[in-house]
T-cell receptor
Framework: SQQGEEDPQALSIQEGENATMNCSYK?????LQWYRQNSGRGLVHLIL?????REKHSGRLRVTLDTSKKSSSLLITASRAADTASYFC?????????????FGTGTKLQVIP | EAQVTQNPRYLITVTGKKLTVTCSQN?????MSWYRQDPGLGLRQIYY???????DKGDVPEGYKVSRKEKRNFPLILESPSPNQTSLYFC???????????FGDGTRLSIL
């Protein structure tokens, strides 16, 4: 079953605007990771946030984590056409089965030049 | 260059004809994993391996086999492929199971 669920499924914005994607999950996690996928290509890791962290930044990316609500958000500021891609969250559980990584269904982002 | 290499990239085959998709990584990673990606379902984990000779089922292991005889290689075997295994497959590796994964470029399988 899918643990991570991204919202929205698709998002279309103008270049320069900010894009926010959300991820909800169901079980206790060790960390949550965000990945990007260009059409038909392999996923590329963007940022990892641990369960004891609330916010993390990397360049134009800002990730927040609310473990009480079991949710995370990815904010891309000042978007560019090159940010057009699908974005996935992945959860790593805190239990003994920490090897079992669960990906969400993804948010498809289109940035219009 | 650090990379995960999958072969073949594309394959069209017929029901019941055994096939193997190879995966190799050059980063000396302990953890390797296979996923399938289907529209609307995201990525689902098929099998993973914590180290040589240590493998375990993911969420959708039915119809697949794996082996990890060497640290760098983690082949995915479809003994008797069926049309519902038509999908885009990704191999990934990381230093440990909790760490971010490096992904291959994918293998698109079509089973007729």
């Amino acid at each position: 079953s899918q643990q991570g669920e991204e919202d929205p499924q698709a998002l279309s914005i103008q270049e320069g605007e900010n894009a926010t994607m959300n991820c909800s999950y169901k079980t206790s996690i060790n960390n949550l990771q965000w990945y990007r996928q260009n059409s038909g290509r392999g996923l590329v890791h963007l940022i990892l946030i641990r369960s004891n962290e609330r916010e993390k930044h990397s360049g134009r990316l800002r990730v927040t984590l609310d473990t009480s609500k079991k949710s995370s958000s990815l904010l891309i500021t000042a978007s560019r056409a090159a940010d057009t891609a699908s974005y996935f969250c992945a959860t790593v559980p805190n239990s003994g089965g920490y090897q079992k990584v669960t990906f969400g269904t993804g948010t498809k982002l289109q940035v219009i030049p | 260059e650090a990379q995960v290499t999958q072969n073949p990239r594309y394959l069209i085959t017929v029901t019941g004809k055994k096939l193997t998709v190879t995966c190799s990584q050059n980063m000396n990673h302990e953890y390797m994993s296979w996923y399938r990606q289907d529209p609307g379902l995201g990525l689902r984990q098929i099998y993973y391996s914590m180290n040589v000779e240590v493998t375990d089922k993911g969420d959708v292991p039915e119809g697949y086999k794996v082996s990890r005889k060497e640290k760098r290689n983690f082949p995915l075997i479809l003994e008797s492929p069926s049309p519902n295994q038509t999908s885009l497959y990704f191999c990934a590796s990381s230093s440990q199971g909790r760490q971010p994964q490096h992904f291959g470029d994918g293998t698109r399988l079509s089973i007729l």
